[in-house]
């Protein structure tokens, strides 16, 4: 089954860009990976899936346009334009992999922005 | 609005049994899969489980599958997770979620 990395921490200052990286396993560069957002406190927010062309489907509900994902290879990038102290949290990344009862899906260690 | 609306907040002994609720609302039940996912202090999510409401199968992560229950009953949208032989680094707050719309979360404590 895939695995999938993410560096632990990244920062970025008020109103600059900041790109996050999620690194699938070796033989699984067509995979797709789900972004989530974990406010402080707060549960997760699923923010956008991501394959190799870009965006699957939309979305998640109230993600604004400053964020956007691209996928290249092994990995799976989420940008942050224009970062707000409202997007200081954890991201996650997560990946399905099987049908029926092989099914599974793992997240990534998570990677905690802090907006200086 | 799609709503998962989670039961409250418990506190188990070890070895005990726990049922937490997922009351789903805004989409049609059967449409998508409910995971359950937990999630302990400080750490990342970790996927449980899944059930098919449309009709009723479910999917476990090795780790969890002994001890482990999923259901769904469809007569009132409504999924529910049992996990059994309870220990102390089961404490975590466990979610359901559709992976794109999530519960709000409840907080399992186990503690003798």
């Known amino acids: 089954q895939p695995a999938v990395t993410q560096p632990p921490s990244a920062s970025a200052s008020l109103g600059a860009s900041i790109t996050l990286t999620c690194t699938l396993s070796?033989?699984?560069?067509?995979?797709?990976v789900d972004w989530y957002q974990q406010r402080p406190g707060k549960g997760p927010r699923f923010v956008m899936r991501?394959?190799?062309?870009?965006?699957?489907?939309t979305k998640g509900d109230g993600i604004p346009d400053r964020f956007s994902v691209l996928g290249s290879g092994l990995n799976r990038y989420l940008t942050i334009k224009n970062i707000q102290e409202e997007d200081e949290s954890d991201y996650y990344c997560?990946?399905?992999?099987?049908?029926?009862?092989?099914?599974?899906?793992?997240f990534g260690a998570g990677t905690k922005v802090t907006v200086l | 609005e799609v709503q998962l609306v989670q039961s409250g907040a418990e506190v188990k002994k070890p070895g005990a049994t726990v049922r937490i609720s997922c009351k789903v609302s805004?989409?049609?039940?059967?449409?998508?899969?409910l995971h359950w996912v937990q999630q302990a202090p400080g750490k990342e999510p970790e996927w449980m489980g899944l059930?098919?409401?449309?009709?009723?199968?479910?999917i476990y992560s090795e780790k969890f599958q002994d001890r482990l229950t999923i259901t769904a009953d469809t007569s009132i949208d409504t999924a529910y997770m049992d996990m059994s032989s309870l220990r102390s680094e089961d404490t975590a707050v466990y979610y359901c979620?559709?992976?794109?719309?999530w519960g709000q979360g409840t907080l399992v404590t186990i503690s003798s």
């Open positions: 979620a559709t992976l794109r719309n």
């Open positions: 805004g989409y049609t039940f059967t449409d998508y899969f």
């Open positions: 059930v098919d409401p449309e009709d009723g199968e479910t």
């Open positions: 070796s033989g699984y560069s067509n995979y797709k």
């Open positions: 991501v394959g190799t062309g870009g965006i699957v489907e």
């Open positions: 997560g990946v399905d992999h099987g049908t029926g009862s092989n099914f599974v899906y793992v």
